[in-house]
């Protein structure tokens, strides 16, 4: 992804005649972000935190996901279907919703 985005970062740079010396700091504070969060063992990645919450129980069929109820802080509603045995997983935020039957 840091790639991707310093190459739109360098594709606009040279339509616009900036220098690319600028946009060499911001590949080293990407990757140097990066590396910070993945080398310290000491604290849990995104992808462990949201991992740990358990799956959501959802009577309807339907639910929508906005990530967090400060509409400030979620992503796009995403309207996940729970058709399906397994847990669906929000595209967005990871959070995972299951159909809770109570028969």
Known sequence: MASSVL???MRFSSS???STRSFSLVASQISNHTAKWMQDTSKKSPMELIN???PI???GRIVACEGDTNPALGHPIEFIC???PEPAVCKYCGLRYVQYHHH
């Open 52 to 54: 740990e919450v358990p």
């Open 7 to 9: 190459r739109n970062l």
């Open 82 to 84: 729970l058709d399906l």
């Open 57 to 59: 129980k959802v009577e």
């Open 16 to 18: 616009r005649n900036t």
